[in-house]
């Protein structure tokens, strides 16, 4: 008895062929022959495949190389996957804490922290360096809706008291004390630990793996481009409102032109010497470490000196 399945392998033309020839006339060689046509068919329908699997190889070569020669890279985006874990353990509220402005030479340095709600967490959301003004805003709206927030920022005159590193850590602790829920385990971005109540994990490049971190990465940076629009109304001329405060061309060139503003980070190299050029009577002077100074040794006359001595 044929089953039916092969049958669907015989090509069109053997298969209409075989249909329309009578039965009276069928010999018993015609077994034999539909056999024959069977294994050619199966012979065709294996060369096709392979041809097809060898022109989809070809095909996804070409494809690789020309995305070797555009230079594209695959990145993939921050996940839910750790604090996934972390819930089926038992353990939440789970936080994600990251900052934005540690490299600029003005303005504050902003720290934020969020705990997303595994049930309402927005798409999209990724590492704030890697999305455009416009994606930040949408998504900094969602995540205020959804999720539990907290901010701190750390003005200038903390940052030049205690150095930008200890003055965002500091931001980065007081927004995970200040969530409206304690979280029992904290991821932060970077690689130096937080001094937490709970336990903290940092993760070196956590805010491109870690969706919390990539949220309140989000939130920190909305919060601090806002803030330096804010401050450019203040002191017009810089151009905040444009670079945030980064040491671009534009900025260092108005920063040379007009000297440091109140907004400055006072101990930032580029700052230091506008203010050297514009303000120099606030310049203190350094002392050279390796300066040669005579000093005046005198003998009491009483005093003999054996020259033979053996020192």
Not at 50 to 78: D, F, H, L, Q, W
Not at 79 to 88: D, M, N, T
Not at 179 to 187: G, K, T
Not at 278 to 299: C, G, K, N, R
Request: charged residues 30%; proline residues 7%.
């Amino acid at each position: 008895m044929r089953r039916p399945h092969r049958l669907r392998r015989i090509p069109a033309m053997i298969r209409d062929k075989s249909v329309n020839k009578p039965a009276k006339k069928a010999t018993p060689q015609k077994p034999a022959k539909t056999t024959v046509g069977k294994a050619e068919a199966s012979k065709t329908d294996a060369s096709k495949a392979t041809e097809v699997s060898k022109a989809t190889e070809a095909s996804e070569a070409e494809a690789g190389k020309s995305a070797a020669k555009t230079g594209i890279i695959a990145i993939a985006p921050p996940s839910f996957r750790r604090e996934r874990a972390l819930i089926k353990r038992g353990v939440w509220p789970v936080a994600g804490c990251d900052e934005a402005g540690r490299g600029p030479l003005a303005g504050p340095v902003v720290a934020a922290a969020v705990i997303l709600d595994p049930a309402r967490i927005p798409r999209g959301i990724d590492d704030s360096k890697r999305l455009t003004a416009e994606e930040r805003e949408r998504l900094f709206d969602k995540i205020c809706a959804t999720a539990q927030v907290s901010v701190v920022v750390a003005s200038r005159s903390r940052i030049d008291r205690d150095n930008i590193l200890r003055a965002s850590l500091w931001a980065l602790k007081r927004a995970v004390g200040a969530l409206p829920e304690a979280p029992r385990h904290v991821f932060v971005d970077g690689r130096d630990r937080l001094d937490t109540a709970c336990d903290c994990e940092a993760v070196i490049g956590g805010d491109g793996i870690v969706l919390s971190i990539a949220a309140a990465s989000i939130i920190a940076k909305v919060t601090r481009d806002r803030l330096m629009c804010a401050l450019a109304q203040d002191c017009p001329g810089y151009g905040f409102e444009q670079h945030k405060g980064y040491a671009v061309p534009e900025h260092l060139d108005a920063l040379d032109r007009l000297g440091p503003s109140v907004h400055h980070r006072s101990f930032f190299a580029p700052v230091v010497a506008a203010r050297a050029k514009h303000m120099p009577w606030t310049v203190e002077p350094i002392p050279d470490l390796f300066a040669v100074t005579e000093v005046d040794a005198e003998l009491e006359a009483d005093v003999e000196i054996d020259a033979s001595a053996r020192l």
